[in-house]
């Protein structure tokens, strides 16, 4: 006799089946597949077929339109691209005017849109150079959206919800060019998929408004386990690997369990819907718990625009656990806590049973165009403390334009800051405190310029008179209200060793109108760099000098912080390896940093990525030593001890001389010698020292590591971070530094440069980058130490084959730990004026290492 199994796991079970049948069902509501420019149907691996064109032109109007295709392509997809979907990249439909697909919504609901795109190749059309917008009747997906390489496999995948009975998807070209999309799908979603509300970031508490927001998927991630395609995804999902974004893979280990023994909640909150079991029975969690800092958290980085408030989905199952009520955590979302003490126990009343937990985060708390989660234990952990996390879902959501990208709606008017009738009224408020405001600083200005001292006029400007700069203090703009009044700046003082200096402090005001006219109102041609602060356009002023100028997103505090540090910082500070400040505007809301102009751009660009000649080693090197004397300025030789935070080669610039300039402080932070500061963690992945991620606590040497991959990346000549490679070469300072123990360095050195370096050059450039990236702060050089064995590297490779027994004794200087350079030079190193005369060659330069 067979017994009958217990009610509760019998009914769990049927509702289990229906929900897989129902994910799984052939015919969806809506479901609409189409395989643009195919002449015949595709079917791919996961049973799913796309109808071809003929069989769908009556969902198209369009007035003229042209089919291509190609027998097959060569681009690698991206990982969150499935192989399996290579076949719909073949074909594509051009439009050359406004087009429409209108789709008839059996259900109104949630949908997905998804949207396959490759620029093929055509003899009479050029579809990298073609620019286009993709929206909806409400919603704008793709705003004058463009593919400029000829191997760009993209999938842009949305989630919004329809209450009409047709859909309508317009592609509408820009002027004189035209549009194009290889593949697309309108798919039904679970009503259940995202409810209206989520746990809001800063400020804390319920948001809602969700179901009435487009989103679209950023990220999709399966923490600890491997792809997961379409085929075994409920919803015809894809899931990528979290290595790319495991900040601190060192301090994490993954967990697996059979997918058979993940439980869904009675409930039906969580079900196959929200995520496939596959998902839930792989996670990261704490590698030796027991020996970690209290401080340590499992920690991703993601980047996403800015601009935009994000969806933040987590998903935890504990696998990891013997039993219940072991795990307790925290959540951290760019450092801001979203939930404190989780306990999983108490939401799923059993192990390996599913959750997951929604979190918005505001555009105004984006960080450097980043998004960093981290997960940690609580104090109240009875046993060893541990953390778990086993999916990341991040998505876009619409801004009050109704847009995913940009503030233009679908009607063509612009929706950003101060477009709406509330932005209006803080508008008019705004302005007429300007005018009073105005009027105040006119009748000061006159009562200033009836007591202004005679010959005043010889020695300053009206301009610089007016602005309250002074070398030890910040501007006006940024002080309390027991500010002292500023002093006057002698424009030709003498420094301690005879030279002529400059003024601290910017050299001027600039009104918003010249900035407008030197850049032809910052048209989008004069674009010349984009960074987590805003766009820097190339400009021209009315003297002729051409000038970088930072211009700010407006509305953002975090660009407001960043534009406060930065001119706080470089009113400071003058030196030649720093990019130096022309000046400010403050006008009309607008936050906008003018530098000198830096003719050859990043030094990443001339290393990949752009078609520009490979820079000779000797090159490299000096590049690298201008930039090491830039930061030991900043550690060692300015008023008090600067921390950059962001050091990475699209922050090194280069002159028309190839003289390198570490530029972008708008992450800077002073940081006394030898010590550390508790601060959130900020910077770029990628670079990101990991004893600062793992305590949060901010020292020099967190630059020294970020110095340390740079170098490596110099070697390489590829990014720091490449998702598209196989797991083990995706960071490339681990990977540099395996293959260099493993004696095949020469492998990942840059081809075009590897045979042209000497080996003793090479083994102290290595031995001083592999000492950077030390895991331990207190294991890593100082950058003075940094900068001397830079010079070294350099000494070797110019003399080359003619380096004598002296050079060769000197080469084994380099031992496991460094001697402070000081000790090298015979003085001290942490003078930022060094005025030491030193005989040897290799210290030519360092000698004359000065502030400017």
Same mark, same amino acid.
């Given at each position: 006799?067979?017994?009958?199994?217990?009610?509760?796991?019998?009914?769990?079970?049927?509702?289990?089946?229906?929900?897989?049948?129902?994910?799984?069902?052939?015919?969806? $509501?809506?479901?609409?597949?189409?395989?643009?420019?195919?002449?015949?149907?595709?079917?791919?691996?996961?049973?799913?077929?796309?109808?071809?064109?003929?069989?769908?032109?009556?969902?198209?109007?369009?007035?003229?339109?042209?089919?291509?295709?190609?027998?097959? *392509?060569?681009?690698?997809?991206?990982?969150?691209?499935?192989?399996? &979907?290579?076949?719909?990249?073949?074909?594509?439909? =051009?439009?050359?005017?406004? +087009?429409?697909?209108?789709?008839?919504?059996?259900? #109104?609901?949630?949908?997905? *849109?998804?949207?396959?795109?490759?620029?093929?190749?055509?003899?009479?059309?050029?579809?990298?150079?073609?620019?286009?917008?993709?929206?909806?009747?409400?919603?704008?997906?793709?705003?004058?959206?463009?593919?400029?390489?000829?191997?760009?496999?993209?999938?842009?995948?949305?989630?919004?919800?329809?209450?009409?009975?047709?859909?309508?998807?317009?592609? *509408?070209?820009?002027?004189?060019?035209?549009?194009?999309?290889?593949? *697309?799908?309108?798919?039904?979603?679970?009503?259940?998929?995202? $409810?209206? &509300?989520?746990?809001?970031?800063?400020?804390?508490?319920?948001?809602?408004?969700?179901?009435?927001?487009?989103?679209?998927?950023?990220?999709?991630?399966?923490?600890?386990?491997?792809?997961?395609?379409?085929?075994?995804?409920?919803?015809?999902?894809?899931?990528?690997?979290?290595?790319?974004?495991?900040?601190?893979?060192?301090?994490?280990? #993954?967990?697996?369990?059979?997918?058979?023994?993940?439980?869904?909640?009675?409930?039906?909150?969580?079900?196959?819907?929200?995520?496939?079991?596959?998902?839930?029975?792989?996670?990261?969690?704490?590698?030796?718990?027991?020996?970690?800092?209290?401080?340590?958290?499992? %920690?991703?980085?993601?980047?996403?625009?800015?601009?935009?408030?994000?969806?933040?989905?987590?998903?935890?199952?504990?696998?990891?656990?013997?039993?219940?009520?072991?795990?307790?955590?925290?959540?951290?979302?760019?450092?801001?806590?979203?939930?404190?003490?989780?306990?999983?126990?108490?939401?799923?009343?059993?192990?390996?049973?599913?959750?997951?937990?929604?979190?918005?985060?505001?555009?105004?708390?984006?960080?450097?165009?980043?998004?960093?989660?981290?997960?940690?234990?609580?104090?109240?952990?009875?046993?060893?403390?541990?953390?778990?996390?086993?999916?990341?879902?991040?998505?876009?959501? %619409?801004?009050?334009?109704?847009?995913?990208?940009?503030?233009?709606?679908?009607?063509?008017?612009?929706?950003?800051?101060? %477009?709406?009738?509330?932005?209006?009224?803080?508008?008019?408020?705004?302005?007429?405190?300007?005018?009073?405001?105005?009027?105040?600083?006119?009748?000061?200005?006159?009562?200033?310029?009836?007591?202004?001292?005679?010959?005043?006029?010889?020695?300053?400007?009206?301009?610089?008179?007016?602005?309250?700069?002074?070398?030890?203090?910040?501007?006006?703009?940024?002080?309390?209200?027991?500010? #002292?009044?500023?002093?006057?700046?002698?424009?030709?003082?003498?420094?301690?060793?005879?030279?002529?200096?400059?003024?601290?402090?910017?050299?001027?005001?600039?009104?918003?109108?010249?900035?407008?006219?030197?850049?032809?109102?910052?048209?989008?041609?004069?674009?010349?760099?984009?960074?987590?602060?805003?766009?820097?356009?190339?400009?021209?002023?009315?003297?002729?000098?051409?000038?970088?100028?930072?211009?700010?997103?407006?509305?953002?505090?975090?660009?407001?912080?960043?534009?406060?540090?930065?001119?706080?910082?470089?009113?400071?500070?003058?030196?030649?390896?720093?990019?130096?400040?022309?000046?400010?505007?403050?006008?009309?809301?607008?936050?906008?940093?003018?530098?000198?102009?830096?003719?050859?751009?990043?030094?990443?660009?001339?290393?990949?990525?752009?078609?520009?000649?490979?820079?000779?080693?000797?090159?490299?090197?000096?590049?690298?030593?201008?930039?090491?004397?830039?930061?030991?300025?900043?550690?060692?030789?300015?008023?008090?001890?600067?921390?950059?935070?962001?050091?990475?080669?699209?922050?090194?610039?280069?002159?028309?001389?190839?003289?390198?300039?570490?530029?972008?402080?708008?992450?800077?932070?002073?940081?006394?010698?030898?010590? /550390?500061?508790?601060?959130?963690?900020?910077?770029?992945?990628?670079?990101?020292?990991?004893?600062?991620?793992? #305590?949060?606590?901010?020292?020099?040497?967190?630059?020294?590591?970020?110095?340390?991959?740079?170098?490596?990346?110099?070697?390489?000549?590829?990014?720091?971070? $490449?998702?598209?490679?196989?797991?083990?070469?995706?960071?490339?300072?681990?990977?540099?530094?395996?293959?260099?123990?493993?004696?095949?360095?020469?492998?990942?050195?840059?081809?075009?440069?590897?045979?042209?370096? +000497?080996?003793?050059?090479?083994? =102290?450039?290595?031995?001083?980058?592999?000492?950077?990236?030390?895991?331990?702060?207190?294991?890593?050089?100082?950058?003075?130490?940094?900068?001397?064995?830079?010079?070294?590297?350099?000494?070797?490779?110019?003399?080359? $084959?003619?380096?004598?027994?002296?050079?060769?004794?000197?080469?084994?200087?380099?031992?496991?730990?460094?001697?402070?350079?000081?000790?090298?030079?015979?003085?001290?190193?942490?003078?930022?004026?060094? &005025?030491?005369?030193?005989?040897?060659?290799?210290?030519? /330069?360092?000698?004359?290492?000065?502030?400017?």
């Amino acid at each position: 006799m067979v017994k009958s199994p217990p009610p509760c796991v019998s009914s769990l079970s049927i509702l289990h089946l229906f929900l897989f049948s129902l994910a799984n069902c052939d015919n969806p $509501s809506v479901n609409y597949l189409i395989d643009c420019g195919s002449s015949n149907p595709t079917q791919l691996k996961d049973g799913r077929t796309f109808k071809s064109d003929r069989d769908t032109t009556s969902l198209l109007n369009t007035t003229e339109d042209l089919q291509i295709s190609l027998d097959s *392509i060569n681009a690698n997809p991206p990982p969150f691209i499935p192989s399996s &979907s290579l076949p719909l990249f073949q074909t594509a439909r =051009v439009f050359q005017d406004e +087009s429409t697909y209108s789709f008839h919504i059996s259900k #109104t609901g949630p949908l997905w *849109i998804r949207l396959y795109f490759f620029p093929l190749p055509h003899p009479s059309y050029n579809l990298t150079s073609a620019v286009f917008s993709v929206q909806t009747s409400r919603f704008v997906l793709l705003h004058h959206f463009s593919l400029r390489n000829n191997d760009s496999l993209v999938f842009k995948e949305y989630l919004i919800n329809v209450s009409d009975s047709r859909l309508s998807l317009k592609f *509408i070209p820009k002027k004189k060019s035209l549009a194009f999309i290889n593949a *697309i799908e309108i798919v039904s979603a679970p009503e259940t998929l995202v $409810s209206d &509300s989520a746990t809001g970031v800063s400020p804390p508490g319920e948001f809602k408004g969700l179901l009435n927001s487009a989103l679209q998927v950023s990220y999709r991630v399966n923490v600890g386990g491997p792809t997961i395609d379409p085929e075994s995804d409920t919803l015809s999902r894809t899931w990528e690997p979290d290595g790319p974004y495991n900040v601190f893979p060192q301090g994490s280990e #993954t967990s697996q369990v059979s997918n058979k023994s993940i439980k869904y909640p009675r409930s039906g909150v969580v079900t196959p819907l929200i995520a496939p079991n596959l998902v839930y029975a792989t996670a990261v969690h704490m590698i030796d718990p027991g020996v970690m800092e209290p401080k340590f958290n499992l %920690s991703w980085m993601m980047n996403v625009e800015n601009s935009y408030s994000y969806l933040i989905r987590l998903h935890f199952c504990d696998i990891v656990s013997k039993s219940l009520n072991q795990l307790y955590l925290n959540v951290y979302i760019n450092g801001i806590e979203g939930v404190s003490g989780l306990d999983l126990s108490s939401e799923t009343k059993a192990l390996a049973t599913a959750f997951y937990k929604d979190f918005v985060l505001s555009d105004s708390d984006i960080t450097n165009g980043s998004i960093l989660v981290q997960v940690g234990p609580t104090k109240i952990q009875r046993d060893k403390a541990n953390a778990i996390l086993n999916g990341i879902e991040v998505m876009k959501i %619409s801004n009050n334009a109704d847009s995913l990208d940009g503030f233009f709606s679908v009607d063509g008017k612009y929706r950003g800051p101060f %477009s709406t009738p509330k932005g209006l009224k803080i508008a008019a408020f705004v302005g007429l405190a300007l005018a009073l405001a105005s009027l105040l600083l006119l009748a000061f200005i006159c009562i200033r310029w009836r007591k202004r001292p005679q010959g005043w006029e010889k020695h300053n400007r009206f301009s610089s008179w007016l602005l309250p700069f002074h070398p030890n203090h910040n501007t006006k703009l940024f002080q309390g209200k027991n500010t #002292t009044r500023r002093k006057k700046l002698n424009s030709h003082h003498k420094s301690k060793h005879g030279h002529t200096g400059s003024p601290r402090g910017p050299e001027r005001f600039f009104p918003f109108s010249e900035l407008q006219h030197a850049t032809n109102n910052f048209d989008e041609t004069k674009v010349i760099g984009v960074g987590g602060f805003g766009k820097v356009y190339l400009g021209k002023l009315e003297n002729g000098k051409k000038v970088a100028i930072k211009r700010g997103t407006s509305g953002s505090e975090q660009g407001i912080n960043e534009f406060r540090t930065e001119l706080n910082m470089l009113s400071k500070l003058r030196h030649r390896h720093l990019v130096s400040l022309m000046g400010f505007c403050d006008e009309n809301s607008e936050m906008v940093l003018v530098y000198e102009y830096m003719a050859h751009g990043p030094f990443r660009s001339h290393l990949y990525g752009f078609d520009l000649p490979p820079l000779s080693w000797q090159k490299r090197l000096e590049i690298c030593i201008g930039a090491a004397r830039g930061l030991h300025y900043l550690h060692t030789g300015a008023a008090q001890s600067i921390t950059h935070r962001d050091v990475k080669t699209t922050n090194i610039l280069l002159d028309d001389n190839y003289v390198s300039k570490v530029s972008d402080f708008g992450l800077s932070k002073a940081v006394p010698e030898k010590a /550390q500061v508790s601060t959130a963690v900020k910077g770029s992945f990628g670079y990101l020292d990991p004893e600062y991620y793992r #305590t949060q606590q901010l020292t020099q040497k967190s630059d020294v590591y970020s110095f340390g991959v740079v170098l490596i990346e110099v070697l390489c000549a590829r990014p720091v971070i $490449s998702p598209t490679l196989p797991s083990e070469e995706v960071n490339l300072a681990d990977w540099a530094m395996k293959q260099h123990r493993r004696g095949v360095l020469h492998k990942v050195i840059d081809p075009r440069i590897v045979d042209t370096i +000497s080996s003793t050059s090479l083994k =102290v450039f290595v031995q001083i980058a592999e000492k950077c990236i030390a895991d331990c702060g207190v294991d890593r050089p100082s950058m003075g130490d940094v900068l001397w064995h830079l010079e070294y590297a350099l000494h070797l490779h110019e003399a080359g $084959s003619q380096i004598g027994a002296h050079e060769d004794k000197s080469s084994n200087m380099i031992p496991g730990q460094f001697d402070n350079v000081a000790d090298h030079l015979g003085s001290n190193s942490s003078d930022a004026s060094d &005025s030491t005369e030193v005989g040897s060659t290799v210290f030519s /330069q360092i000698a004359n290492f000065q502030g400017r």
